[in-house]
């Protein structure tokens, strides 16, 4: 199976009445290229997870965020600091003596101060790595599947563009030898029409002909376009990491059919070759996301 470097992944579960949320979203790359993103606390963890992926993948732009969050019925937990409270108290004491402040100290003074009532802060929660292995490995097994997914869609449509190569290269081959009996034709009336009556040497205008066929003969590139089909072919049946090959194997075939092209007088077999191209470009496209 061929497997796709686009995909998402995601899994999550609930430690301590807290959320783990781990996402991993991947994109095509010449390598394999990790991003890890977590909180403070679980950065001791970053090379283990790099390892992880890498044991999985092997070429594709992976960024992976860890999130801890509250679960879905709680908050984040609220502590208050009694020791900075009783400080603030003495001061607004000291503050209303000295300047001879009238009113009494309440409790609403208190209440934009954030260092007296303390959130809980997830950067610094330290989760043990089993917890965060198992998580992990569910939002990796994720990614896994999406990338078959787009894998099998990639394949798919890899197949349907070789058929159509294949077909445009059967008319190039009926066309190329229809291409050398019309250029003896006109060859033959436009002598015929230089010379009228007079009597010309059919055995010349056979040696052009066959002049004409050694240079436009595209024999060796529709066998060496053949062949490389065939190979895609097998690739694409083989599956697993063959992005490279697969890239490599169409720059050939583009290289073919650009010397095809080049050899051509027709512009039937211009035309199809256009296609061709065409349609070997869009088959790169695919496979620069290809594992």
């Not at 990790?34 to 606390?41: F, L, M, S, Y």
């Not at 400080?87 to 001879?100: D, I, V």
């Not at 190569?165 to 009336?189: D, F, H, S």
């Not at 590139?221 to 490599?248: A, C, P, Y």
């Amino acid at each position: 199976m061929l497997l796709s470097m686009t995909g998402f992944g995601r899994s999550e579960a609930l430690w301590q009445g807290k959320k783990v949320v781990v996402e991993m979203k991947s994109l095509n790359h010449r390598y394999l290229d990790v991003t890890v993103r977590t909180p403070q606390a679980l950065s001791l963890y970053e090379i283990e997870i790099k390892k992880k992926i890498g044991e999985r993948f092997s070429r594709g732009k992976v960024d992976v965020t860890i999130r801890v969050e509250s679960d879905a019925n709680g908050d984040r937990a609220v502590s208050l600091n009694l020791e900075k409270a009783r400080r603030y108290l003495q001061l607004f004491s000291l503050l209303k003596e000295e300047l001879s402040l009238a009113g009494e100290i309440e409790l609403s003074l208190f209440k934009d101060l954030r260092d007296v009532f303390e959130m809980e802060d997830y950067n610094q929660i330290s989760i043990p790595w089993e917890v965060m292995e198992e998580i992990l490995e569910g939002a990796i097994s994720n990614l896994t599947e999406m990338r078959i997914s787009e894998g099998e869609a990639l394949k798919k449509d890899i197949i349907g563009r070789m058929a159509v190569i294949k077909g445009l290269l059967k008319e190039i081959l009926v066309r190329a030898p229809v291409v050398l009996q019309e250029y003896r034709v006109r060859l033959t009336n436009r002598i015929k029409e230089l010379l009228g009556n007079h009597p010309f040497d059919e055995y010349r205008v056979y040696q052009e002909v066959a002049i004409m066929a050694e240079k436009s003969d595209i024999t060796e590139e529709l066998v060496r376009m053949e062949s490389h089909l065939n190979q895609l072919s097998l690739l694409v049946s083989e599956g697993q990491t063959v992005g490279r090959k697969l890239d490599f194997l169409i720059q050939e075939m583009m290289r073919e059919i650009n010397t095809l092209g080049a050899k051509s007088n027709d512009g039937e077999i211009t035309r199809l070759v256009i296609e061709i191209k065409s349609e070997l470009a869009k088959l790169r496209e695919q496979v620069q996301n290809i594992e």
